[in-house]
């Protein structure tokens, strides 16, 4: 999946002898290609994401209009909720946090050449997941709605995976099991993108479809947004495993990867921009 992957997991030197044939450094040299290249769009949606975020919601609450939250999320700021609007705003600071510390997570360069930023921000990272990923189940769960019942099952698995994968990557850290970390670490990456995946998902399905389809827009709820709670991180978490193991299969597999992850790669530059067209850039 994503081309941190390709750098920190590549074959050691001795495998790399072991396997000299030309079309499987083709296949390898395609695989890594189409990696970087998911990782540029993911990364370019995501600041995209991240800029919406301080320029409509930041800018709403500087103002002194946080009602205007509920514009796009329905029950965002309730007059009188302090709590629940402190939990909210939170939940965005740390998304926030979370999408500028992956992208810089995924930079091969800051790794090798500044270890201490890599650490640090790895720190900052997987904290700003874990809280933001409890202050989701806190949101979901203190205003549960008996129609979206199956989206919220969907959204506490990630948050239970998030917590998961959190610990195993800074245990794995700790070990110096620095392979086994880079793993574990992008897991919990695309996992606390599940929020940014199901939105660029919804508009890429809206756009396709011509309009909303398997779903009720007005009570936001329905069959495909059910299906979607779930597809948001597993599905791109499946796809992460897929490119792992295709990095030490043959050409014929690195290949039929890169294919597959250049696909999936248009679909997600597709859904980028129709998010952005009709979700975050009127706002901005």
Do not use: C
Not at 87 to 115: C, D, K, M, N, T
Not at 140 to 166: C, M, N, R, T
């Amino acid at each position: 999946m994503p081309p941190s992957v390709a750098t920190a997991d590549t074959l050691e030197p001795a495998e790399a002898v072991a396997m000299p044939q030309a079309p499987a450094r083709a296949g390898g040299r395609a695989l890594r290609g189409v990696a970087a290249t998911w990782w540029v769009v993911a990364v370019a949606g995501q600041l995209l994401f991240a800029f919406y975020i301080v320029t409509f919601y930041a800018r709403s609450a500087l103002a002194g209009r946080p009602e205007a939250w509920n514009a796009v999320v329905k029950g965002a700021y309730a007059p009188g909720d302090t709590v629940g609007n402190l939990v909210f705003a939170s939940h965005l600071v740390f998304a926030l946090a979370v999408v500028a510390g992956g992208a810089l997570q995924l930079v091969p360069r800051i790794r090798s050449r500044w270890p201490a930023v890599h650490r640090w921000n790895g720190r900052v990272f997987a904290t700003a997941g874990v809280i933001a990923a409890l202050g989701g189940l806190f949101m979901v769960w203190s205003h549960p709605k008996p129609e979206q019942f199956v989206q919220h099952l969907g959204i506490s698995l990630d948050a239970v995976l998030i917590l998961v994968f959190a610990f195993l990557a800074v245990r794995a850290a700790r070990a110096r099991r620095y392979d086994v970390h880079r793993r574990w670490a992008l897991r919990l990456f695309l996992a606390v993108g599940g929020v940014w995946f199901f939105r660029i998902g919804l508009m890429a399905w809206i756009v396709a479809n011509q309009g909303p389809a398997g779903f009720d827009p007005k009570t936001f709820s329905g069959p495909f947004l059910s299906f979607l709670a779930f597809a948001q991180y597993l599905v791109p978490l499946a796809l992460l495993e897929l490119y792992l193991r295709a990095q030490r299969g043959s050409a014929r597999v690195q290949l039929a990867m890169a294919f597959g992850l250049g696909a999936a790669t248009l679909v997600m530059a597709g859904g980028i921009a129709a998010a952005g067209a009709i979700l975050w850039l009127p706002r901005i």
